[in-house]
């Protein structure tokens, strides 16, 4: 592991003057599972890391309001997880974080740092010799002449298909969450969607934050869809894994049993957390049969572009979308 | 106060550190690279918790921090600063007499070589404290996190098992 300049905060301003201080290469750390994971295999190789894993004002979380759900960006991952709140009311957002990961690496990692949670792709973690355009820019990508079984059939370029690998993330879309986030020039809030970046023709960039700003919170608009939602994961192995194929769904039903409210997103499968605004559509109005939920998965892998080795993703996905929708109507309040 | 590495210790890439390890204080000072693992194997001489995959993928270096499992790999040591460290060596009795997860390792056959036998068992304990021993899937789920490459599964299911039924 490189040498780095190594800077404790304790409060949110600190942190930020910190970060101002020690440049834009530097690096927050939280939990650690990602970052120092990714220095060991000197992957990430910052010149300073800034620990924030002590500031009070960023651990907490609230999943009382009857406005909003407020996830504090320094809350671990098991205890969000074990909510009662959530597990009864938005059963979707639970299943993202204890089927992610294991219970030692829930407990340190946190849920801001899990949002920015870099690729698992095996030619980014892999190092040298392997072509990488998202570690080093312009030498090319050695998953399209390679094994691209873990790569993605949405949001990909010519530059880059690397998956992000995230659940909370891709649970967190469907529910239209906001990120608020602090920097030098004060407080901000944007979409979750657009917190994320696809590849394009610059890979190493990969999320919408300014040099020195700070994740502080998530927050959730509170819905009645929460009830009636799912977090269905599809992995390798049936735990510790990351997903093959995942779908978040959560959804209302109106007096005569049909969807109203509808919101479906789907992992393991894009560059960025992926909405899917054609399956909910295909969804919206109709009863929820074997045949209309099988119509969503359809809508949401339509637009698929696979690779050599990634193309039962698209069966497995419809598949997947279309038990994930049976599952959110199976709890779901009319 | 913010704390940087680079004043007032000596070094841009040390640093003083307080902590508990099984009950003992220790005072030591650190590489601000160094993980846990290696601070407790390399440097205190605490030889339980093993060094599998040094990625957090195998759980053969769990312990506790503060009463909850990590991965002591990917825990940069820095991080310990005033924690209390539980590893294998801190579970039995004052008079080494075992814990009864210990005891139900060796009563269910619950390992072979024994290299992940540290992890699994500071892992067992959470498990348990955690109350995710309710039934044989839900251990199997929350034990997910530790790898025997013996193959000691059905074993160590029935160990956290065992130990739970005697809880209740």
Redo the contacts between chains.
């Keep these: 592991?490189r040498?780095?300049?190594?800077?404790?905060?304790?409060t949110l301003a600190?942190a930020v003057?910190?970060l101002v201080a020690a440049g834009p290469q530097a690096r927050l750390?939280a939990g650690?599972?990602t970052l120092?994971?990714l220095?060991?295999?000197e992957i990430e190789t910052p010149p300073a890391?800034v620990?924030v894993?002590r500031v009070a004002d960023l651990a907490g979380f609230d999943t009382s309001g009857d406005r909003e759900l407020v996830f504090g960006a320094g809350a671990r991952m098991?205890d969000v997880a074990e909510d009662g709140r959530l597990r009864r009311d938005y059963p979707a957002l639970s299943e993202s974080l204890w089927r992610a990961?294991?219970?030692?690496?829930r407990?340190?990692a946190t849920l801001g740092g899990n949002l920015l949670q870099r690729t698992r792709c095996p030619y980014f973690r892999g190092g040298e010799p392997f072509a990488c355009n998202k570690r080093r820019p312009g030498s090319g990508c050695a998953a399209r002449e390679g094994l691209d079984r873990s790569h993605a059939l949405f949001g990909g370029s010519e530059a880059c298909i690397a998956v992000y690998p995230g659940d909370w993330a891709t649970a967190l879309v469907a529910f239209d969450a906001e990120v608020d986030v602090l920097g030098p020039g004060g407080a901000r809030s944007l979409p979750l969607v657009r917190l994320h970046r696809e590849p394009g023709d610059t890979p190493q960039h990969e999320h919408t934050l300014e040099p020195g700003e700070i994740i502080l919170r998530v927050r959730v608009p509170a819905t009645p869809a929460g009830r009636g939602s799912a977090y269905l994961k599809i992995r390798d192995r049936?735990?510790?894994a990351f997903a093959v194929v995942s779908a978040a769904v959560a959804l209302t039903l109106d007096g005569d049993g049909r969807v109203d409210e509808c919101r479906i997103a789907v992992g393991g499968v894009a560059t960025r957390p992926w909405r899917v605004p054609a399956a909910e559509q295909a969804l919206r109005g109709n009863e929820i049969t074997e045949a209309s939920a099988r119509a969503a998965g359809e809508a949401a892998f339509a637009d698929a572009r696979p690779g050599r080795d990634n193309a039962f993703k698209i069966e497995l996905g419809t598949r997947t979308v279309a038990d994930a929708v049976r599952l959110a109507g199976s709890r779901a309040v009319a | 106060?913010?704390?940087?590495?680079?004043t007032g210790v000596g070094s841009?890439?040390e640093?003083d550190l307080s902590c508990t390890v099984n009950g003992e204080p220790v005072r030591v000072r650190v590489d601000?690279?160094e993980?846990l693992l290696d601070l407790l194997r390399e440097r205190l001489g605490v030889t339980g918790p093993k060094k599998g995959c040094?990625?957090?993928q195998c759980?053969a270096c769990?312990v506790h921090l503060d009463g909850?499992?990590?991965?002591s790999c990917?825990?940069?040591a820095?991080?310990v600063s005033g924690a209390d460290v539980t590893t294998i060596e801190g579970v039995a009795g004052p008079d080494g007499e075992l814990h009864p997860l210990q005891q139900a390792f060796i009563d269910h056959d619950a390992l072979q070589c024994g290299y992940c036998t540290p992890g699994q068992i500071m892992?067992g304990l959470?498990?348990l404290a955690?109350g995710?021993a309710g039934d044989d899937d839900e251990v199997?789920?929350?034990m997910?996190?530790?790898l025997c490459r013996c193959g000691a599964y059905a074993g160590i299911v029935a160990a956290v098992r065992a130990v739970a039924e005697q809880g209740r």
């Design positions: 592991m040498p780095f300049a190594y800077t404790k905060v304790e600190e003057d910190a750390l650690g599972t120092y994971d220095m060991k295999l890391v620990d894993h098991a990961a294991s219970q030692q690496l407990n340190m049936e735990s510790y | 106060m913010a704390a940087t590495a680079s841009a890439h640093l601000t690279r993980s040094d990625h957090g759980g769990t909850r499992r990590v991965v990917l825990t940069p820095v991080q892992s959470a498990c955690e995710h199997r789920e929350y997910s996190g530790n």
